[in-house]
């Protein structure tokens, strides 16, 4: 691994104001698609519109991932790939509340799952560096990790709530 002749503690800095900086990103763009399908809704889309629309979000954000990463390592531009998708993400989701129809809100639904398709690659690379540097490499796996209990519980929750209102998912047996 290369030595960037950067401290411990300047590395330590970056993963925490890295780690607030996405965590005020995630709270914004996941606000944001908890209501996408109502919103578009709303706006007129019928309910297969509102699935291609958030279909093809995703297909765009975790399609397109690799071809930003190849991006990024090859010309080493990993600070401008990952200011310009939080820029990205910094207009789009706020234009959401101007889109007066679906077809605009597709639209920047669609480019705000861009967004994260351009700076996942890179933010991740640069905070691999520093995590080796602090001698950490477990931060990312613990960071991912966190975030996977986190849908994990939030499932558990809805399942268990499911089964005290009496509802079973189908294919479970009854007891």
């Given at each position: 691994m290369k030595d960037f002749g950067i401290s411990r503690r300047d590395s330590l800095k970056f993963v925490i104001l890295l780690g607030v900086v996405s965590l005020f990103a995630d709270a914004t763009y996941e606000g944001a698609r908890s209501i996408a399908g109502p919103y578009l809704a709303v706006l007129g889309a019928s309910a297969a519109i509102v699935g291609i629309v958030l279909g093809l979000g995703e297909l765009v954000g975790y399609g397109?991932?690799?071809?930003?990463?190849?991006?990024s390592d090859r010309t080493g531009?990993?600070?401008?790939?990952?200011?310009?998708?939080?820029?990205?993400?910094?207009?789009?989701?706020?234009?959401?509340?101007?889109?007066?129809?679906?077809?605009i809100a597709a639209f920047l639904m669609i480019a705000e799952r861009m967004g994260k398709a351009i700076r996942t690659p890179a933010r991740?690379?640069?905070l691999s560096h520093a995590t080796a540097r602090l001698l950490y490499p477990p931060v990312h796996a613990i960071s991912r990790l966190a975030k996977s209990d986190r849908e994990?519980?939030?499932?558990?929750?809805?399942?268990?709530s499911g089964l005290r209102a009496g509802k079973r998912p189908s294919g479970w047996a009854s007891t």
């Open positions: 397109l991932r690799s071809l930003f990463g190849y991006i531009k990993y600070w401008t790939m990952t200011i310009l998708g939080y820029a990205l993400n910094l207009l789009a989701v706020p234009l959401l509340a101007l889109a007066g129809r679906w077809e991740d690379a640069m994990e519980r939030a499932f558990r929750s809805t399942v268990r």
